[in-house]
């Protein structure tokens, strides 16, 4: 009885498992351990018990309440507007694509800058607000235009794109049969994307939820007034840890939470394609 010994293919087929396994597990450690340290830092009970600190209460209210005022008017401002704009050509269209995408790449100081020079009380269109006593600057109605600001290109881009994607054809069917554009976008068009567009609006909801730089330079860090969770986080490194730890945490859960529900609308677009 011979014994053939493994060849060089074999070798080779063995080294790229080992080299992919490698790969893949260095890369899953990196970003999931240091989010792992935040949990093996504290402990339940201490958890529990920042819960009911009045700095994470009051800025876990805030958050949630700005963020859900800010995803609304993104929805309603923002699902006409991509579906005019994709239905429709027009001069300067390649620019209002680029200004739509630009706060991805901007940084969100720069973004929360480019507000207060705006909107601040001698800003270009704040001094003539201050005239009328309307301050923007440095309130909650500033938290809630920083979050729509950074977060608003996160819908606009889903609802692009899956109105782009959409056929045609049952809209011109529709309007054969006498509907009226309305009445054709909220029985055809919205119904036919729903869950894509879902799937956009809980990203947007993240990234408001998580926003800082922007937050920090328009609004300031007013506690009980500007100050989101984001921000609680930043004060309790030069305070009280862990608040700051529990706030980390708290972001961290929703951020999970948001992710899987991404995952399984994209799952369910599928599914139904």
């Given at each position: 009885m011979t014994?053939?010994?493994?060849?060089?293919g074999s070798y080779r087929r063995t080294l790229t498992t080992i080299g992919a396994?490698?790969?893949?597990?260095?890369?899953?450690?990196?970003?999931?351990?240091?989010?792992?340290a935040l949990f093996f830092r504290t402990?339940?009970?201490?958890f529990i018990s920042s819960l009911s600190d009045p700095v994470v209460a009051s800025a876990l209210w805030l958050s949630l309440t700005t963020s859900v005022i800010s995803l609304g008017i993104v929805i309603l401002a923002?699902?006409?507007?991509?579906y005019v704009h994709c239905r429709n050509t027009y001069p300067g269209k390649?620019?209002?694509?680029?200004?739509?995408?630009?706060?991805?790449?901007?940084?969100?100081?720069?973004?929360?800058?480019?507000?207060?020079?705006?909107?601040?009380?001698?800003?270009?269109?704040?001094?003539?607000?201050?005239?009328?006593?309307?301050t923007l600057a440095f309130t909650t109605i500033a938290v809630i235009m920083a979050q729509i600001f950074v977060a608003s290109p996160f819908?606009?881009?889903?609802?692009?794109?899956?109105?782009?994607?959409?056929?045609?054809?049952?809209?011109?069917?529709a309007r054969t049969l006498g509907a009226s554009?309305?009445?054709?976008?909220?029985?055809?068009?919205?119904?036919?994307?729903?869950?894509g567009l879902v799937s956009g609006a809980v990203?947007?909801?993240?990234?408001?939820?998580?926003?800082?730089?922007?937050?920090?330079?328009?609004?300031?860090?007013?506690p009980g007034v500007t100050q989101t969770m984001p921000l609680a986080v930043y004060v309790g490194m030069e305070g009280n840890f862990n608040v700051g730890l529990t706030i980390s945490i708290l972001l961290v859960l929703i951020s999970f939470a948001i992710m899987i529900a991404v995952r399984f609308l994209a799952t369910i677009e599928v599914r139904h394609a």
């Open positions: 014994i053939s010994s493994p060849g060089p396994f490698v790969l893949v597990a260095s890369v899953t450690l990196y970003l999931a351990l240091p989010v792992a402990t339940p009970d201490l923002g699902t006409p507007f991509a390649i620019i209002v694509d680029t200004l739509i995408d630009l706060p991805l790449v901007l940084p969100p100081a720069v973004a929360g800058m480019a507000l207060l020079v705006l909107y601040g009380r001698v800003g270009l269109i704040g001094r003539y607000l201050n005239m009328f006593g309307i819908y606009l881009r889903q609802a692009k794109s899956l109105f782009e994607q959409l056929d045609p054809a049952y809209e011109q069917t554009p309305v009445r054709i976008f909220a029985t055809i068009t919205l119904p036919l994307t729903a869950s990203m947007t909801f993240g990234r408001a939820l998580g926003e800082f730089g922007a937050t920090i330079m328009f609004a300031g860090n007013l």
